[in-house]
């Protein structure tokens, strides 16, 4: 089984940060077994959605930028603090901004929001290898593609 644990893409500040959704259902399969009578979405999930946004960001960012298009693998998780629980109904939101991008690395704070209240944030890093797959590459822009349907682009309005 394969996790999307973003639905939607929502807001893009290129080279400055991301935000995007998660709206957790009972029907995720992970009630199942977590907790039965007591649904609560893991926190490893929460943290692989937020990894899934920052690694996208970077991902998006190299072909923004005309460079090869590497595939951002999470390297350390830094810091990372869960504040409270979430569960069906609830609707995440999740943001990454951007603190590094080098050629072979990046690193990005990221936090999840619960009703505008904070429930996870931390700090990733991922390390960038090469896509030799072209089905694969093919099948992550594609994904890009839905998720970033009705996406905001903001116009990074500080000074140089």
Known sequence: MRFHL?????????????????????ADEVFNEHFPGHPIFPGSLIQEGLAQL????????????????????????????????????????YRADIKTMREDFGVADVLAQLDGVVIADGELTFSFIEINDHKLLASRQELYRICMKNTRIVEDESPA
């Open 6 to 26: 973003i639905d939607r893409i929502d807001e893009i500040c290129f080279g400055k940060y991301i935000t995007a959704v998660k709206c957790i259902t009972l």
């Open 54 to 93: 920052a690694g996208s960001f970077f991902e998006i960012m190299m072909d923004r930028l005309n460079l090869p298009v590497k595939y951002s693998v999470l390297a350390i998780v830094s810091r990372l603090k869960f504040r409270k629980a979430a569960g069906p109904g609830d609707k995440l939101l």
